[in-house]
Structures are given as structure tokens and as C-alpha cells.
């Protein structure tokens, strides 16, 4: 009869703490834009995202209940081209 052989095993369970900084200013006041993948998992993991324009929020409003930062849309105006 044979015995099994057992081998010990590691579990790693690495956590990274991240040191958000939000912008202040007008990310309260427009409505910016981001890569599309990076807005929906921000709004779902309430994450920070960075706007084209560089503004760093979290976003938790309705877009549409404010105007395009014209910095956001020059940049995408400049990339659609």
C-alpha cells in the first residue's frame, strides 16, 4: 500500500492600498470625458477615474445634467479626426 505524497502549499493575498488624490475644481460643474471602459468600472467600483482634460473624480452624477468640459471635448475632437 502506498502512502500519497502531500506537498505543503502558500496562499499569497496581496492587497494594494491606493492613495487616490482627487482634483479640485470643476468636475463637480462638467461633465467630462473617459476611456469608456475605465468610466464603468469606476462608477461601479466607485473608483477614481482620469478625464481626457487630466481631472481625477469619481464619478456619481448624471452626465447629462451638465455641460462637456471643452478641454475634454477639444481632446476628443482631436482624437475622432
Given at each position: 500500500?502506498t502512502?500519497?505524497?502531500?506537498?505543503?502549499?502558500?496562499?499569497?493575498?496581496?492587497?494594494?492600498?491606493?492613495?487616490?488624490?482627487?482634483?479640485?475644481?470643476?468636475?463637480?460643474?462638467?461633465?467630462?470625458?473617459?476611456?469608456k471602459?475605465?468610466?464603468?468600472?469606476?462608477?461601479?467600483?466607485?473608483?477614481?477615474?482620469?478625464?481626457?482634460?487630466g481631472?481625477?473624480?469619481?464619478p456619481?452624477?448624471?452626465p447629462?445634467?451638465?455641460?462637456?468640459?471643452?478641454?475634454?471635448?477639444?481632446?476628443?475632437?482631436?482624437?475622432?479626426?
Amino acid at each position: 500500500m502506498t502512502t500519497p505524497v502531500t506537498t505543503p502549499s502558500t496562499t499569497l493575498d496581496e492587497r494594494v492600498a491606493t492613495d487616490y488624490r482627487l482634483d479640485e475644481g470643476d468636475h463637480e460643474r462638467l461633465s467630462h470625458y473617459a476611456p469608456k471602459d475605465k468610466l464603468l468600472q469606476a462608477m461601479v467600483e466607485g473608483t477614481p477615474v482620469r478625464a481626457l482634460c487630466g481631472k481625477v473624480w469619481v464619478p456619481s452624477r448624471d452626465p447629462n445634467r451638465f455641460p462637456v468640459c471643452p478641454e475634454c471635448r477639444e481632446i476628443y475632437e482631436t482624437l475622432s479626426e
